[in-house]
């Protein structure tokens, strides 16, 4: 029973390492983030396209932070979602009765 909220526990540390990382290290300038994947991975990208996929990535960074940040509320203030309260309220009926 212990693993499943230690793996859960590392799943969640690393999504607010890598979003956390990713949205602190994304370069401010497009020209910069161009040459930084140029140098890189060798793929030469215009100015508008970088400037496209720094706004998208600064996106995504957001909302994963913002969905890690529910989560932790809602585990903070001990809410589960509706299904697990009704299973937990309603015992299985597990009698082999004909």
Known sequence: MG???????????GGWLVSGGLLVLIPKCPVCLAGYIAAFSGIGLSVQVASGLRWVLLALCIVSLALLSCRLVRRFLGCSSASAEVARKE????SNSP
Request: without cysteine; proline residues 7%; glycine residues 14%.
């Open 3 to 13: 693993k499943g909220k230690d793996a859960a526990g590392k799943f969640d540390t």
């Open 91 to 94: 015992p299985r009926n597990e």
